[in-house]
């Protein structure tokens, strides 16, 4: 089965760092995704890795430890608007083609 | 299209009834994939398209469920005898399968979803 775990809830500072961590446990790993989701719209693609490290776009980056289960969502300069659900998960091979299993997700809330 | 398209945006429906759900993915994308996420849950995979083919029904909670695509393009989720615990938004989504588009996360687009509701 597979199991993928996320804080429920974080909250930062507008103009700071925040570091939101996906634990996964699964066979048949083919890459972990992160997304974001604000409410009432539909998930939007932030990140894809696939191989171990960093990958970095703009003020979002992803790092990926395979052998840990272990990935985490990098938000830098927050804004007001990144206030949102930020969704994990993981893509597996199997008869579901490329489908994903999903954390529940962490709500974000940006303060002034 | 643009993007993947999903109608109704909002249904409400009376308990028994049955309710067609639909979704237009985006042109080109082989792979359809129909999840259902439901208040303080993640989102829970249903079914996949690969083509007109569903190779994995298993996710389908009931056999109150069934969908079908034609033309390797729109897709259809069907509810039969819908039931209070069915509320939930439906979303699809759609994605290319080439391993050329690894890097774009094979495009895996979601669609804005069908919110359901059954009183």
């Known amino acids: 089965g597979q199991n993928i775990d996320q804080p429920t809830e974080m909250t930062a500072t507008e103009g700071a760092i925040v570091q939101i961590n996906c634990t996964y446990q699964t066979s048949g790993f083919n890459g972990l995704f992160w997304y974001q989701q604000h409410a009432g719209e539909a998930p939007t693609f932030l990140s894809y890795n696939v191989l171990d490290g960093l990958e970095e776009k703009g003020r979002f980056s992803s790092f990926l430890s395979r052998s840990k289960g272990y990935s985490y969502l990098l938000l830098k300069e927050l804004q007001m608007k990144d206030s949102a659900s930020y969704l994990c998960a993981v893509r597996v091979n199997s008869n579901s083609g490329y489908a994903l299993n999903f954390g529940k997700g962490t709500s974000l809330l940006v303060t002034p | 299209g643009a993007g993947v398209s999903q109608s109704p945006s909002n249904k409400v429906t009376e308990k028994g009834k049955d309710v067609e759900l639909r979704c237009d993915p985006i042109?080109?994308?082989?792979?359809l994939y129909w999840y259902r996420q439901s208040l303080g849950q993640g989102l829970e995979f249903l079914i996949y398209f690969q083509g007109n083919s569903a190779p994995d029904k298993s996710g389908l909670p009931s056999d109150r469920f069934s969908a079908e695509r034609t033309g390797g393009s729109v897709s259809t989720l069907t509810i039969q005898r819908t039931q209070q615990e069915d509320s939930a938004v439906y979303l699809c989504?759609?994605?290319?399968?080439?391993?050329?588009?690894?890097?774009?996360?094979?495009?895996?687009?979601f669609g804005s979803g069908t919110r359901l509701t059954v009183v």
């Open positions: 989504a759609s994605s290319l399968s080439s391993s050329l588009d690894r890097s774009r996360g094979y495009g895996y687009t």
């Open positions: 042109s080109g994308h082989t792979a």
